[in-house]
DNA sequence: ATCCTCCAGGAAAACGCTTTCCTCTGGTGA
DNA sequence: TCACCAGAGGAAAGCGTTTTCCTGGAGGAT
């Protein structure tokens, strides 16, 4: 690999001389010796160490990004937004996948550290488990106590900036789509116990039950993983155990997918057997037959807030900016037959 | 900022005592004196500077991966068989998007050789354009000159390693689907036409058509841009100007549905009045309605062979190896009634 | 008691760059 | 003609690690 100083003996110059014509510094050069040094650089196929150049520069580019999983088109659509941002700023983002594992996550906080990233993004959801919690609020402290900034999209416990998915008020309106269509006995495909963001949308969904005068007892709530498949097994599951449903609310749309294709098997007509809602409003969602009704939530959006607020100056007091749900209405659902 | 010296500083010890406790080097150490730096390293809260340490190690341990879009499918499906392997081997990978933009796929080949990776990884098609193919290539070459890998995922003309997806097989048995099922007026929505992968999958469906005795003409064939929405635009053009079709293919997944979307908007009954195949497999294919029949290739299993030829010592000569296309049959398409 | 060996720990160079500070040249004004 | 100044280019000091090489002291053998 050519160095700087391989340039400039090339050129016939001092490597501060080729240094500054290569970084571009603002002091003056003649024509002749840049002439020279590009030359050089070109014949050579230079390129600067970008380590060594950090290191001298004491300059923070890059910025880091925790997700879940970059190929769930939950976190796709949200790293879309961050890269948007990001390249706008002429940063590098390095993304990395704790596959919902915290160990993980707290693995790679400490890389992030080490590679000296000038933010680091957490998206997803966060973890019913203080202890965790309570680690990785330390290692974030430690970091933004250097200088670090940390911005989180939908955890409440952590430092730093915020942006907030309503996740609470997509339960709600996915249940003011059930039960007030009249829906009595609602099933519920529910994310993992341990993610904040299930309980969060599992607590709007309480509300609209309450509201309406209906329950959601426990034996009509199945945990799975937010994933299609697991999706599926859950609403067998919800079928075989409770078969006067006539509703089923799916805390993402990957899950709902998967109701959908079990419907489908067992000769279920959606939406005048059984109603289904999403959350999330993935792309597919338009797409399958019926089209799925669902929560949306804006998320390149709210990946492109994540990155401004990390990229922003530091403010004097965390900021949180809410990022709201809407419904969206499509063929899944429809009020109860009477 | 802690920095190793503050960590010696604080124990008592030299910087390179501390060093060597702190990144494990076989050099003995007393007890007393681990105890004792660790204890600084944690009271500081220390993490060694990733720079610095490539800086002095001369140690290449990153790995680059430019795609055209991670939050496309497609790519996620490629990317994480990437992932899998380079996490399996300890390797930190840098993604870059390249948004299907020559010039910037060569910036990032650029600052990935910057980053020192020891190895980048292309995956997605090649352009038909000469001068950047010739440009890639020598930016490639310099590369792995000074020692870096290279290995591409189905682009023909690049030096290094390569996983080289079926796509003319692919097209071909696409074609056999459809003009063997006896379809005679087909359409076609290719990607863009710069692209290698297009053109491959062209073929392919052309040598089917011509062994079954039919041909392609230019105006059943549109170039959409692989994306779902200018499927969708391709599909409403080909139906209007060739009101006779009885089948269409799309050259990915991602326009097949949006092609399924647009005969379900003209209330066109799939496979019925017209066949619908797709290329890809992409998860989708299974969930839309009616299911889609298309061309499948192992994308997970095509990142990690990728990733595995990137990381085992070099061949003396460049491996190629091909990854094979299969038909899945489902739904979406059927032979021509009679 | 003397010499040697062995080993824990430290000094210092090296990695590849940037940048401050200095030197030297040539030009200007008196 | 001399002093001075401006400006181009270079020397060298970092940046934060690792690692080679060296030092000094303890222990063992004679």
Redesign the interface.
């Known amino acids: 690999?050519?160095t700087l100083a391989d340039v400039a003996r090339r050129a016939g110059v001092s490597p501060a001389t080729a240094s500054r014509i290569i970084s571009g510094s603002t002091k003056l050069v003649t024509d002749e010796l840049r002439e020279r040094v590009l030359r050089a650089v070109d014949e050579l196929?230079y390129?600067?160490?970008?380590?060594?150049?950090?290191?001298a520069r004491a300059q923070r580019t890059a910025v880091g990004v925790i997700v879940h999983d970059?190929?769930d088109?939950y976190f796709?659509?949200i790293?879309?937004g961050l890269?948007q941002v990001a390249t706008a700023n002429g940063r590098?983002v390095?993304?990395c996948?704790s596959y919902r594992d915290p160990s993980r996550e707290l693995e790679y906080v400490?890389?992030l550290?080490?590679?000296?990233v000038a933010a680091i993004i957490l998206a997803g959801s966060g973890y019913h488990d203080p202890a965790f919690t309570k680690a990785l609020t330390?290692?974030l402290g430690?970091y933004t106590r250097?200088?670090g900034r940390v911005s989180v999209i939908g955890r409440h416990e952590l430092p730093g900036d915020a942006v907030m998915p309503a996740n609470a008020d997509g339960g709600h309106l996915a249940g003011v789509e059930v039960f007030g269509g009249g829906h009595r006995k609602v099933g519920v495909i529910a994310g993992p116990k341990v993610l904040t963001t299930t309980t969060d949308r599992l607590a709007g969904l309480r509300r609209a039950a309450k509201q309406y005068g209906r329950t959601l007892p426990p034996r009509r709530i199945v945990f799975a993983d937010f994933d299609?498949d697991s999706g599926a097994a859950a609403t067998r599951q919800l079928l075989d155990d409770s078969p006067d449903l006539t509703a089923i609310v799916a805390l993402n749309d990957s899950m709902a997918?998967g109701t959908?294709?079990v419907l489908?098997e067992r000769g279920i007509a959606v939406p005048s057997q059984m109603s289904v809602v999403g959350f999330d409003d993935m792309?597919?969602a338009?797409?399958?037959?019926p089209s799925l009704t669902t929560v949306r939530l804006p998320l390149t959006e709210m990946g492109a807030r994540a990155m401004t607020l990390a990229l922003e100056d530091r403010a004097r007091t965390p900021r949180v900016e809410p990022a709201a749900a809407t419904l969206v209405h499509r063929e899944s659902s429809a009020p109860l037959a009477t």
């Open positions: 690999m050519a196929q390129v600067p160490n970008a380590h060594a150049q950090f290191l970059v190929s088109p796709a659509e790293t879309r890269q590098l390095i993304i996948n400490e890389l550290r080490a590679q000296q330390g290692k430690a250097t200088g299609r997918v959908l294709s489908r792309p597919i338009r797409d399958v037959t």
